[in-house]
């Protein structure tokens, strides 16, 4: 580490800024935009090649967001995300909470700068301050503190690291693809009825979701309070580890005192079932890869046999964007067990779900190999990372 210097993120940075919010109230500013405009919660430790929302040159003229350029490292200020980092690989726009930092080139590699900020989240969250929301602000970033070696250094270990996330990008990206197959398949085979001559065959009936599945909802919320409750080898399930993939992994894990807490209601989901979100972000869905124990802001639906996995997995994709309308509730709205059970759907005969699962099985299965390999990577990636930024590793 002799080499090495320690910086303040303001020393490596050509512009720091934050961004802005048109008007909400004003139509103009969001109808038809086409300028991509990041917000926080899209801010994860990832490259980001495309926004959720977007604005108008007029709501860009009429606020205090602006452009940032490709390569820039984005740092979340506020809400759950804050301390997260990301780099965005297309210009965009950011709302104000996000910290928006253009490196210099010639000082550091933008990489080196994000990793960096990665590997130190913990203790650049733990710098948050703030009542009911914890924040971070521009000139605490700013002014913290990172060790940079010379600049042929940084970009050794960046590509290092960058390596493994082009890889699972790359993975990503596959899945997504097949996804899109999957989608096609169902798609001509149950909306369009294409090998059936254009119309439903007769032999099949409209039913109720409930009849091809089975419901259990997540109860095992420990006490935060209680730390033997958490770090332990049973994989808990909660609304944000939902991915709209296979789900490998969750960010946090329970002992088996802190499962069995939740007495009689502590029950373990079964792989190959669908995970759904039922509050907050309301409808996203996964495939659940292992045993793991759910939150109350899951439900698990297990078809009841397992060659409908793709089948009810497709009909509960093409129906996503309808669920948050479904959740009901004053205060927080939330979709429930008895809503789903009553979902009308198509129910082919046995032989046909036989065909498909065979066509789209295969498909799964790459997608879940493609899941597993990105996960293994991530734990590489991870494990490396606090070692090649300490200089304990030679890159």
Same mark, same amino acid.
């Given at each position: ?129 703030? +009542?009911?929301?914890?924040? *971070?602000? =521009?000139?605490? #970033?700013? &002014?913290?503190? /990172? ?84 770090? +332990?080898?049973?994989?808990? *399930?909660? =609304?944000?580890? #939902?991915? &709209?993939?296979? /789900? ?148």
């Amino acid at each position: 580490m002799s080499e090495w210097k320690e910086c303040t993120i303001g020393e490596l940075c050509k512009k720091i800024c934050s961004g802005g919010t048109p008007n909400r109230n004003n139509d103009t500013f969001y109808l038809n935009g086409n300028i991509p405009w990041l917000n926080t919660k899209e801010v994860s430790f990832n490259r980001i090649y495309q926004t959720e929302n977007f604005i108008t040159e007029l709501g860009l003229k009429n606020s205090a967001a602006k452009w940032i350029p490709q390569n820039t490292v984005v740092v979340a200020m506020y809400g759950a995300t804050a301390g997260k980092s990301a780099i965005v690989k297309i210009p965009v726009t950011t709302n104000q909470a996000c910290c928006n930092l253009t490196i210099d080139g010639s000082k550091a590699d933008y990489r080196f700068v994000y990793y960096s900020l990665f590997n130190r989240y913990e203790h650049l969250a733990s710098l948050a301050n703030g +009542g009911a929301q914890q924040n *971070l602000n =521009a000139g605490l #970033i700013r &002014e913290f503190k /990172i060790s940079v070696p010379e600049l042929e250094t940084q970009t050794k270990i960046a590509d290092i690291l960058s390596s493994l996330d082009d890889k699972i990008e790359l993975n990503n990206q596959i899945n997504r693809n097949l996804e899109e197959q999957a989608k096609a398949i169902f798609k001509s085979w149950f909306i369009d009825f294409e090998p059936f001559g254009g119309e439903m065959p007769s032999d099949w009936t409209i039913g109720k979701l409930i009849e091809l599945c089975d419901f259990q909802e997540g109860y095992v919320n420990p006490a935060q309070t209680h730390n033997e409750f958490f770090d +332990g080898n049973i994989k808990w *399930l909660r =609304a944000v580890d #939902i991915n &709209e993939s296979f /789900i490998i992994e969750t960010s946090r894990t329970l002992t088996t005192a802190g499962f069995e807490s939740a007495g009689k209601s502590a029950l373990l989901f079964k792989p190959n079932t669908i995970a759904i979100s039922k509050s907050g972000t309301i409808g996203r869905l996964g495939i659940v890869a292992d045993y793991m124990c759910g939150n109350r802001a899951v439900i698990d639906i297990a078809p009841r046999s397992e060659i409908n996995l793709s089948f009810i997995h497709q009909y509960l994709k093409l129906h996503q964007s309808e669920f948050p309308d479904l959740a009901v509730g004053s205060v927080q709205k939330n979709l429930y067990i008895s809503i789903l059970e009553n979902l009308d759907i198509i129910i082919p005969t046995e032989k046909t779900l036989y065909s498909f699962a065979n066509i789209l099985d295969p498909i799964y299965k790459q997608m879940k190999c493609l899941c597993q390999e990105a996960s293994n990577l991530k734990i590489i990636r991870d494990s490396l990372l606090p070692k090649l930024m300490s200089g304990e590793l030679s890159h």
